[in-house]
């Protein structure tokens, strides 16, 4: 049975099942509290634990500022609920928001790594629910509200906010404003309007609609030039039915009664309220260049596509990815948090609120860096209709908002700590981005800009199939399962996948009536190896790796996934077989390894397995031109057991004639070797040697062989708790990724938009 969105409608990307499974798999939820600290000595324990933890304790109790330096409290945020309006499913009580509410949390942390619990407050009366929070201030930073149906929030959230020195944010409403609000900075920008003179309609009156009306009339927006409507019609000054306090501080003398008549010539309009709520007639009644921004979720209450048959000078937003200028929560409450627990704030005014707005309306009017662009296959976004409002995975977003927010809490005096070197705190803000995952967001954005045709191999079994439906469903591109029908149906049908779906094709080898031209294909490389023409007839009509690749050679394919059934080496043989370098490459493999926060590219992981100078310096090559085209400026290092010519031995001279090679070559990026690992990686004993050229620790290690590549990024992914991905293979003149044997589905799906995103390139 398909899943549901907020409309209760099917979802077409995903069923029930899928989410229970991803929500149930291995450790129940999407959390887990990790330590900080070493815990394997007693002594260890002794410093956590009693005795050694009386020492902070007194200090906190002396200071009670120093809870910061010695506890969590300044990197913790609570996310409280009482699941009183569950996304759009209602009121479903306290437990059943649990899932939402750790989904945010893990938001705080992948965004701008703020620590985040969740709290449900199983109560619906606000007194209960104050004074339930309230006393909860010491354990955190702030406190982010969600889910609480209004107006109850806006007392809940106005109470807490008086009787607590802690930031708390009811982010339904402020978030949706402060996104919108840069937006529409950007949009009466490009319009000539300005704010004091421009006319708006907002169509609803909840929560996040009269944060919005608040916030531009804090911005400078004419109130007199504000219309608001709820399901009554205009609120009006005089107006009895269906009013409350906050509907009627926003009420206008005016004798429009309807959200038709208040459309009339407005230059503006925010809708925050339901599918279908705009029709034709009010799009067309609009000023000249309206600014349309429907923000309705699921469903926005206008299209874009139904705003374009009916004018052409309009510009738009939803709260939709899939449509330009998204306006989307997560591109403010993370960081929003960030800046306020970083000066340690006691609220969040709407100074900062502002701040934010601004600095995401400037971001949108820079030149879009390429780890951004990439997402646009070519098609670099620039300021405009448009692109109004960054999209979520922009890496600047760390280093912006957050500044922005702090600067601005210190002007008002809401700060209890100072940031004297703002652009210094800007760089420690980019540390703390995980590359690693808004690279591969990244590249499935830019993939579905372009899709792709990819074939999956080893299209019979149970976990390709799956990978191959999540391709298709995300709109990568087409899935191209190749195997027998009959017996890849019965696998699915047992499995429960759904192969009869758009963007899923079979092939089957032996049925194909491409068979003769790859045959020929592979008989015409192949004959002077040894091989007969009924060899390559045998191996295109039996062996799935060959035919996929000549797929992709002779054009039929973008890019290959396979892997999942057979040892790395068969499969790489296989497609060599049928694929050549690209001319002036050398092929390698690149893995690229995550730990707390940095990200390696390690190379060779796959091919070469003692490599000469010369292959070593062409490895560096293809690993920081991999390297770059994932986003990042190579710093390329060459390690040995040896640094800097000591001690001596012949690999490590090897290593060092690379270097020398690359020196004669001229190439644009960082480089230095030979140098053992901890010189590459560790800042402190990097500066013990300051000829080192590299101006930071390494991003890009060159392997002196293949055993010690290999070696060395399991060892990190089963000690050091990293994330490996690859290796990615890169210098093949077709794109071809090859998974670990048993790759599991999310893998091999990412190692399809790999494939897809490399092709090409």
């Known amino acids: 049975m398909p899943a549901t969105d907020k409309a209760n409608r099917p979802m077409s990307s995903i069923t029930e099942q899928e989410a229970l499974d991803f929500h149930s798999h291995g450790r129940p939820g999407k959390l887990e509290i990790t330590p900080t600290k070493a815990m394997a000595t007693q002594r260890d324990l002794s410093l956590a634990y009693s005795p050694g933890v009386a020492v902070p304790v007194k200090a906190i109790a002396e200071n009670p500022a120093t809870a910061y330096d010695y506890t969590t409290r300044g990197n913790m945020v609570a996310v409280i609920t009482n699941g009183t309006a569950i996304l759009g499913l209602g009121n479903l009580g306290a437990l059943a928001s649990k899932p939402v509410m750790e989904g945010k949390s893990v938001l705080f942390k992948r965004f701008a790594d703020v620590d985040s619990i969740d709290l449900e407050v199983d109560t619906e009366n606000p007194d209960e629910f104050i004074n339930c929070v309230r006393f909860l201030g010491p354990s955190f930073g702030g406190i982010n509200l969600e889910d609480i149906k209004a107006p109850e929030c806006f007392i809940i959230e106005q109470r807490l906010r008086e009787v607590m020195d802690i930031p708390v944010f009811h982010d339904d409403q402020h978030g949706t404003a402060i996104i919108a609000a840069a937006g529409l900075i950007n949009a009466i920008e490009l319009t000539g309007r300005d704010f004091k003179t421009t006319k708006l309609v907002c169509n609803g009156a909840g929560a996040a609609a009269i944060a919005c009306v608040e916030l531009i009339k804090s911005m400078g927006f004419n109130p007199a030039n504000i219309i608001l409507c709820d399901t009554k019609g205009v609120i009006y000054q005089g107006r009895e039915e269906g009013m409350n306090q906050w509907k009627s501080a926003h009420a206008v003398k005016t004798d429009r009664r309807t959200l038709a008549e208040a459309m009339e010539g407005a230059d503006v309009v925010f809708g925050l309220s339901q599918k279908g709520a705009f029709s034709a007639d009010m799009i067309r009644s609009m000023a000249p260049r309206p600014i349309i921004f429907a923000m309705a979720n699921p469903d926005p209450e206008i299209t874009p596509e139904e705003v374009a048959r009916i004018r052409d000078d309009a510009i738009m937003a939803t709260g939709r990815s899939d449509y330009p200028n998204q306006v989307n929560n997560v591109l403010g409450f993370p960081y929003i948090f960030r800046g306020a627990l970083d000066v340690r704030a006691s609220t969040i005014n709407d100074q900062m609120k502002i701040a934010a707005a601004q600095a995401l309306a400037e971001l949108a009017r820079e030149d879009v860096p390429d780890d951004v662009a990439a997402a646009y296959q070519g098609s670099r976004p620039r300021f405009g209709s448009q692109y109004i409002i960054p999209v979520p995975f922009d890496p600047r977003l760390i280093s912006t908002i957050p500044v922005a927010v702090a600067k601005a809490a210190m002007e008002t005096g809401v700060a209890g700590r100072e940031i004297t070197d703002l652009e210094a705190y800007a760089q420690e803000l980019s540390a703390r981005r995980n590359p690693i995952a808004s ?49 890849m149906r019965e696998t699915a049908e047992k499995a429960g996948i759904e192969l009869n779906r758009s963007g899923i094709e079979i092939v089957n080898a032996r049925l194909s009536d491409r068979v003769e031209a790859y045959t020929e294909y592979l008989y015409q490389r192949l004959q002077r190896q040894g091989f007969l023409h009924r060899d390559c007839q ?138 053992a690992a901890d010189v590459a990686l560790n800042p402190r004993i990097q500066e013990q040697y300051p000829f080192c050229r590299l101006s930071g620790t390494a991003n890009v290690l060159i392997m002196p062989a293949f055993h010690s590549a290999s070696i060395s990024t399991k060892m990190l992914q089963e000690l050091g708790g990293s994330t490996v991905i690859g290796p990615i293979l890169t210098g093949l003149d077709k794109s071809v990724q090859i998974t670990s044997m048993g790759a599991k589905d999310s893998d091999i799906v990412n190692m399809a938009a790999i494939a897809a995103y490399t092709s090409g390139t």
């Open 439 to 487: 690279t591969l967001q990244s590249l499935y954005e830019r993939v579905k800009r372009r899709p792709k045709r990819v074939v999956f191999a080893e299209g019979e079994e149970e976990q390709v199939m799956r990978a191959a439906v999540s391709y298709a469903n995300q709109e990568l591109g087409t899935a191209i399962l190749l195997g027998r029908e009959e017996q």
């Open 538 to 675: 045998r191996l295109i009509n039996t062996d799935r790796n060959h035919f996929a690749s000549c797929m992709v050679a002779l054009g039929d394919a973008d890019a290959v996934v396979t892997g999942t059934t057979r040892n790395y080496y068969t499969a790489f043989e296989d497609v060599r077989r049928c694929i050549d370098p690209k001319p002036g490459h050398r092929v390698i493999g690149v893995s690229v390894a995550v730990c707390r926060g940095r990200t390696v590219f390690v190379a060779d992981t796959a091919v070469h397995d003692m490599p000469t100078s010369e292959e070593l310096a062409d490895i560096a090559i293809e690993a920081a031109n991999m390297a770059r085209r994932m986003g990042y400026t190579p710093r390329v290092a060459f390690l040995a057991y040896s640094t800097f010519g000591h001690p001596t031995g012949e690999r490590a001279e090897r290593v060092r004639e690379a270097v020398k090679l690359l020196d004669k070559r001229r190439v644009d990026f960082e480089y230095d070797g030979e140098m």
